[in-house]
């Protein structure tokens, strides 16, 4: 159980697709201990993904319930394994920001709506449809397995990337 440093853009591993996992064992529960730690350390983080510590594994946790825009419309921690999205509705914008990308924010547009399907670290497959603020998230976090930033989603690089004033 540790915090491990987030690589951060342009670090050629953030762009890179993840590898499947196919043992669940010590390894993969400690990799998903040291995400977790990883996340509750970051400043407002409210996810991690394997490859924002150096892993090219399909892994990502979030929690969203500590979150002023997620505490009421969550499913708590989620340790998911090999997530896909089966499905996905609705489109809003939204400013996102990542702990690979300090020095800035930025106005995404996402599905508003999706059922996500993965394994859990124990190997049960779960299955569940997010809305709202934790749907964007479980997205965000997909993305850094698909080697995606938000950076490559922003609605417009001339009116929707903004400088952070603050990191916490």
Excluded at 61 to 75: A, E, T, W
Excluded at 88 to 109: F, H, I, L, N, Q
Excluded at 134 to 159: N, P, Y
Aim: aromatic share 6%; proline share 5%; glycine share 8%.
């Amino acid at each position: 159980m540790a915090v491990q440093p987030i690589l951060i853009y342009p670090n050629p591993i953030l762009k890179m697709q993840a590898w499947t996992v196919e043992h669940f064992d010590d390894e993969l529960r400690q990799l998903i201990e040291d995400l977790v730690d990883t996340m509750r350390a970051g400043p407002g983080s409210v996810g991690v993904a394997a490859p924002q510590i150096g892993v090219s594994s399909r892994v990502c946790v979030i929690d969203v319930s500590n979150n002023r825009h997620g505490k009421d419309n969550n499913h708590g921690l989620l340790l998911m394994v090999n997530p896909e999205i089966v499905a996905r509705s609705g489109a809003a914008v939204m400013r996102e920001g990542c702990m690979s990308v300090p020095d800035y924010t930025g106005d995404v547009e996402r599905a508003t709506e999706v059922t996500v399907r993965f394994t859990e670290p124990d190997g049960n497959v779960r299955e569940f449809t997010a809305t709202g603020f934790e749907a964007v998230a479980i997205q965000h976090e997909m993305d850094h397995l698909d080697g995606f930033l938000f950076l490559d989603r922003i609605t417009s690089l001339k009116t929707g990337l903004f400088r952070r004033k603050s990191y916490k």
